[in-house]
Nanobody
Framework: VQLQASGGGLVQAGGSLRLSCAAS????????MGWFRQLPGKERELAAR????????YYADSVEDRFTISRDNAKNTVYLQMNSLKPEDTAVYFC????????????WGRGTLVTVSS
C-alpha cells in the first residue's frame, strides 16, 4: 500500500485546510486509515481514523468537533478537513493505514506541514 499526502500549508488561526491522502496498491475495504500529526518537539499522535468499509470514525479530544475525516471510495482517497485551526495545530501531518486484522500501522505516507499563524 502506498500513501501520498498533500494539502498542507500556511493558514491563519481560525482558518481551514483540507488534507488529502491518495492510496494505491491494494483494495482498501478492509483497512483502517488514519491521520497522525507530530507537533514540534512532541511524539507522533493519532488525530483521527476511519474504518474504510463502514465509515466509523475516531477523533482525538484535541481535534474533535473541528476536524472531519472522510473517504472517497471512487478516488481511493482519505481526507482530513480541518476547521477552526489553532496555532497549536501546527504540525507535520501523516496519513497511515493498516489492515483491520492487524493492530500496527503498517503503511505511512510522507508528511505534509501545516502551519497555523496567530
Amino acid at each position: 500500500v502506498q500513501l501520498q499526502a498533500s494539502g498542507g500549508g500556511l493558514v491563519q488561526a481560525g482558518g481551514s485546510l483540507r488534507l488529502s491522502c491518495a492510496a494505491s496498491g491494494g483494495t482498501f475495504s478492509g483497512y483502517i486509515m488514519g491521520w497522525f500529526r507530530q507537533l514540534p518537539g512532541k511524539e507522533r499522535e493519532l488525530a483521527a481514523r476511519i474504518n474504510w468499509s463502514d465509515g466509523r470514525t475516531y477523533y482525538a479530544d484535541s481535534v474533535e468537533d473541528r476536524f472531519t475525516i472522510s473517504r472517497d471510495n471512487a478516488k481511493n482517497t482519505v481526507y482530513l478537513q480541518m476547521n477552526s485551526l489553532k496555532p497549536e495545530d501546527t504540525a507535520v501531518y501523516f496519513c497511515a493505514a493498516h489492515a483491520m486484522y492487524v493492530s500496527v500501522w503498517t503503511s505511512w505516507g510522507r508528511g505534509t506541514l501545516v502551519t497555523v499563524s496567530s
